[in-house]
């Protein structure tokens, strides 16, 4: 297993949410790889089908690519050639040797393979090889340059000019579940171990970090994607989704922490912008010949902190932790409903509604990066029907009030509050950080509530339910309402509702769709 262990991080990423799909493939090689649709009808009829080295791969996600189901076989040794059946989602991957396809499904007869976090099932084909059409350049391209990276020498410059046609340098990088902050500096750092790279861009859409990173060559970037993609920078978290960006060159106008052209370090910094601190790239150096060693989950010298569920990073640690939220509905908005909705992404410590402006707040979190989380993910959305923004505050700590002073109830202390999601170091909370989304996952749902229950509760919270899904124990369920604005106002609602003989009621947003 030794030789296999670097990917086997990578193939075992089904989220929680899908944990009750994980069962190891048994009943793998009872199905015919003639099958008409992937379904499981027709079983049986291969079992004892004879070891192959073609391998037949079911149930892949539509949008899987060729090279996501070659690099399940690359562990196990040479492969081939691939035929991707699109509209059956299925594919037949040929492995150089018999033996090394052998290795493959006794590998995953006990680890069940993910392509895209959907599980797949993998058995022995009828066909001893796949005839498939050579003139297929791009399959041909990405075959070779995948053999040329795995012999471990620099490529050939045919095959460098076949993977030209094939791929881009360029990458695009989204982080899924950021819980810690992630840096260019760290980008740059993960991805230079696979050749140099020349620029980066780092920017936030959809309430999401992305990144273009630009390599000197097509076969490098071909190379960390392979690698790279769904794997996690910091345990549990951070995990990576790379695809081929359209754009082949990318145009850098300034360095700084935003934004990097490597060839060209004269470039000037842009207004108002820091330039890097090198304090915060000093916090990942230390000890970095590997990518999930070096950034587990931060710096050594943070590691003590992050064990404590405070994480602050060198150069950040004097930042504020506190948010200034504006444009809020002074009508509706309470301190209560502020710290249910930013106790989503981290610990809640004081609110303040603004006593001459009660259409801002300030939230202080329990440390820069919590911040810097509720920030990303929350800035832009609409409560209570106003599009919100939230900013980080000059602010250092929320005042409360003095002794004896009533502010009407518009500053509140909840340091000591029993909600506090992410207190116990490694929860599973941490794992499961998702942007607002208009499916919400439930649990601690008592025994005796039944679909019906849940559906009335969550339409009187004034939205409309458009599906649900109770999970097999019962005890936890996907309910998806019809906007993201209605599943955050049920969020605020309803997280912590008392269900009965004391069962509160849990609800995060959700990364699935029913």
Do not use: W
Not at 17 to 44: H, T, W
Not at 236 to 256: A, E, G, M, P, Q
């Amino acid at each position: 297993m030794d030789g296999i262990s670097d990917v086997a991080v990578g193939v075992k990423r089904g989220s929680d949410e899908l944990s009750m799909y994980n069962s190891p493939n048994s009943g793998m090689s009872s199905i015919s790889d003639g099958a008409s649709n992937g379904s499981d009808s027709k079983k049986l009829r291969v079992e004892e089908a004879p070891p192959s080295r073609v391998l037949h791969i079911r149930k892949l996600p539509n949008e899987a690519s060729e090279t996501e189901v070659i690099a399940l076989g690359l562990p196990f040794g040479k492969v081939t050639n691939i035929l991707t059946l699109k509209g059956k989602n299925q594919a037949f991957l040929e492995m150089g040797t018999e033996e090394a396809a052998i290795t493959m499904v006794n590998y995953y007869t006990t680890v069940t393979p993910h392509v895209r976090n959907v599980p797949v099932f993998i058995q022995y084909s009828n066909h001893k090889e796949l005839k498939t059409d050579a003139g297929n350049q791009r399959t041909q391209a990405v075959l070779q340059a995948v053999s040329a990276v795995q012999s471990g020498g620099s490529p050939s410059s045919d095959v460098q000019e076949a993977l030209a046609a094939a791929s881009s340098p360029v990458l695009r990088i989204i982080i899924d579940n950021m819980f810690y902050p992630v840096t260019l500096d760290v980008l740059q750092q993960i991805f230079s171990k696979f050749g140099t790279v020349m620029k980066i861009i780092t920017f936030t859409k959809n309430n999401q970090f992305q990144a273009l990173l630009q390599f000197s060559d097509p076969v490098n970037a071909q190379q960390a994607k392979l690698a790279l993609d769904g794997q996690n920078i910091y345990n549990s978290c951070c995990t990576l989704r790379i695809d081929f960006s359209k754009l082949v060159n990318l145009n850098v106008k300034y360095n700084n922490d935003k934004s990097r052209d490597y060839t060209r370090p004269e470039l000037p910094a842009g207004d108002g912008q820091p330039s890097i601190d090198p304090s915060v790239a000093a916090a990942f150096s230390k000890d970095s010949n590997s990518l999930l060693g070096a950034l587990n989950p931060l710096s050594a010298a943070a590691a003590a902190a992050a064990a404590a569920g405070r994480v602050a990073l060198a150069g950040q640690a004097g930042s504020s932790g506190v948010l200034l939220v504006s444009n809020l509905n002074e009508e509706m908005v309470t301190p209560q409903s502020l710290f249910t909705l930013f106790g989503v992404y981290g610990d809640v410590q004081r609110v303040k509604i603004l006593y001459n402006k009660k259409d801002s707040a300030l939230i202080q979190m329990s440390d820069t990066n919590q911040a810097q989380l509720a920030m990303s993910h929350l800035n832009g959305q609409k409560m209570y029907g106003k599009i919100i923004r939230v900013t980080l505050s000059k602010h250092q700590t929320v005042a409360l009030p003095r002794d004896g002073l009533d502010d009407q109830g518009l500053t509140k202390d909840y340091a000591n509050s029993p909600l506090h999601r992410f207190k116990k170091p490694g929860s599973k909370n941490f794992q499961n950080i998702f942007p607002p989304s208009a499916t919400l996952h439930l649990s601690n749902i008592p025994q005796d509530v039944t679909e019906d229950d849940l559906r009335l509760l969550f339409s009187n919270a004034g939205g409309t339910v458009k599906a649900f899904k109770f999970f097999q124990d019962r005890k936890m369920a996907l309910i998806q309402m019809s906007t993201v604005e209605e599943a955050i106002q049920a969020l605020i609602d309803l997280h912590n509702y008392n269900m009965g003989g004391n069962q509160h009621l849990r609800v995060s947003f959700s990364k699935s769709t029913i």
